[in-house]
């Protein structure tokens, strides 16, 4: 991580390896930062890890602005990168689409204030914001023990200012900051909002990716690690269960997920035409299919780590996992699902959808009475005298109370009686003394309409 300033702005960069083994690397790259520049070779190409990177953009909804760099190379071909990039959803500006894409060569130092500027631009258009006096929260980089420094721990701060001296819970470690480095080394007291800083001070190394926040005590950090610490199992058991297909509707209902993330492998480039169009029609509205990462071969490690990090599933089509990655997904807890007929991934999916979906209610109307006395009784209340002309009433059903057309109420039954006992339901053609939560305002001729909601199968 480190800054640079142009136009008196400070830009703080988080350079994540383009290689493709460094995908868990990218991932919380993408989680830490409000703008993603990838990087694209005018030579080269869209590469695989390059897909790889806009899939975790896309997850973690961040925008992009394209460096095209190398353009200075003999072979470049900025045109057939920009059809790459619109054949994957990132449409150039100059081609009229939302993506931006800032031709440069790094070598010749030339594009590189060009860049900057989209970089302002688009912080400026989405008003990215932070508080330097608010909550002292960010993002733990990158951690290690140092020999002759013990912890150390490089920090974003995304709100607030840190200072040293303050006690930072990091995850399931804590510490009181003994000092602070700015990113070409030099020892700083303080650190604002977007800056990364070095510190010394944790009684553990934290995880990269972790949140930190600064508390008010030792003993209060000590009380939240150690009860971050007890439930650690049971959280990581939780979230490894979360990302199967069977358990999706509990999280949906939970209001946790929006949408079901995969991560499709073929054998062949043929095979991921007619998978994506299936898909594609599933698409509900309420909830969506994210596509994240598609590609053909077996399913490896990198395919593992993205879906471990973008909490998706990973499905494979006339492939298999190799034991490194089927390894790596037991650990993870990711669900990998292998299939060879397109018909059974598909309905398998669509249940998954169906079963996320919010169900459907119906009202359906088993009663009707009519109010024929009104009469107090000693501690109930006023009672409304009722004859059942249709169906039947029940207590733990719904109930509207009707004046000509109006609805003069709508809610809950407090008490039914048939003579002098409490029932449960009343059938057509006998009487009854009925009750409402919160209401008394019935009158004889009113007419009682009890109703259920029913969920409609899908």
Known sequence: AYQVEHNKRQITFLDTPGHAAFTAMRARGAQGADIVVLVVAADDGVMPQTREAIAHAKAAQIPMIVALNKIDKPNADPERVNQQLAEIGLVPDEWDGDTIVVPLSAKLKEGLDDLMEAILLVADNLDIRANPHGRIIGTVIDAEIDRSRGVMATLLIQNGTLNVGNIVVAGTTHGRLKAMFDHVGRNVTDAEPSAPVAVMGLNEVPV????????????????????????????????????????????????????????????????????????????????????????????????????????????????EADSSAQRLADTEGVSVRLYNIIYRMVEDIEMALKGMLEPEIKETVIGRAEVRATFRISKIGKVAGCYVVNGELRRNAKVRVLRGEEVIYDGDVSSLKHLQDDVTEVRTGFECGITFRKFNDFDEGDIIQCYIDEEVPL
Do not use: C, W, Y
């Open 208 to 319: 990269a990716g972790d949140l930190f926040q600064v508390v008010d005590s030792d003993k209060q950090a000590r009380a939240l690690t150690r009860e971050r610490k007890n439930n650690q199992k049971t959280a990581a058991d939780s979230q490894r269960s979360a990302v199967t297909l069977e358990q999706l509707f509990e999280k949906f209902q939970a209001g946790e997920v929006r949408e079901l993330r995969l991560i499709i492998k073929a054998d062949v480039q043929g095979s991921l035409e007619p998978i994506k169009s299936s898909l594609d029609d599933l698409g509900t509205g309420k909830i969506s299919i994210n596509i994240l990462h598609e590609g053909t071969g077996n399913i490896g490690k990198n395919d593992i780590m993205l879906a471990a990090a973008s909490k998706a599933i990973v499905i494979g089509f006339n492939v």
